[in-house]
Every structure is written in C-alpha cells, then in structure tokens.
C-alpha cells in the first residue's frame, strides 16, 4: 500500500513561483512513476506532468511546458513540482498519483494510476 501526502499549496500572485511535494509512504517509491494532476473548480481533473521511475522521462501537459518542472528525489521518497510564472488559470487542487513501472494506459491518463494524494490547493491571483 502507498501513501501519498502533497503539501506547499497556497494563495501566490500572478507571476509567483511555487513548489508542491508529494512524500510517499511506501517502500518501493523508487520503482513508481510519478504524475501530478490538476481540478480547477468546476472542471474536469487534468493531467499536468509525468516522471517516469528511473527519471528517464519527464512530460508535460501544453499548458505548462517551460513553467513547471517535475522532479523526485527518491531518498526522500519525495516527487516535486516546481510552478513558475503562475497564471490565475493554473488555480486548481494539485493532486499527485503513482503508477506500477509497468502499468498499462498513458501517463496522461487517470485510470493509469493505482494510488492518488488527497490534493493542495493553488491559487493564483491576478
């Protein structure tokens, strides 16, 4: 069983910079790929980045390509996302999920991932 906790959401300003982390419980962190996904309100939850468990590959949602980095630290059993540039589009509850290294569907898709944080939210004003 994993566990994932997010914490480092908050109310920022346009332009702002914010970084997410996301620890697991779980002793196999390191074999896991990573993704963060997004729920703006009254919206349908979004894909927003994907790490791959070596860290061999990272992906991004078109949105935030060049704003937003993901990264891990698996001595930490710890995934992060650096936000930059934030815009009030990027206001939403940040969730982050794992998914087995060998699972089956797209990063970018929800039913891919077996265990999901219980979100922090983000809010960007303008």
């Known amino acids: 069983q994993v566990q994932l906790v997010e914490s480092g959401g908050g109310l920022v300003q346009a332009g702002d910079s914010l970084r997410l982390s996301c620890v697991s419980s779980g002793r196999t962190f390191s074999s896991y790929g990573m993704g963060w996904f997004r729920q703006a309100p009254g919206k349908e939850r979004e894909f927003v980045a994907f790490i791959r468990w070596s860290s061999t590959g990272t992906y991004y949602a078109d949105s935030v390509k060049g704003r937003f980095a993901i990264f891990r630290d698996d001595a930490k059993n710890t995934v992060y996302l650096q936000m930059n540039s934030l815009k009030p589009e990027d206001t939403a509850v940040y969730y982050c999920?794992?998914?087995?290294?060998?699972?089956?569907?797209?990063?970018?898709?929800?039913?891919?991932?077996?265990?999901w944080g219980q979100g922090t939210k983000v809010t960007v004003s303008s």
């Open positions: 999920a794992a998914r087995g290294k060998y699972a089956g569907g797209s990063y970018y898709s929800e039913g891919s991932y077996d265990y």
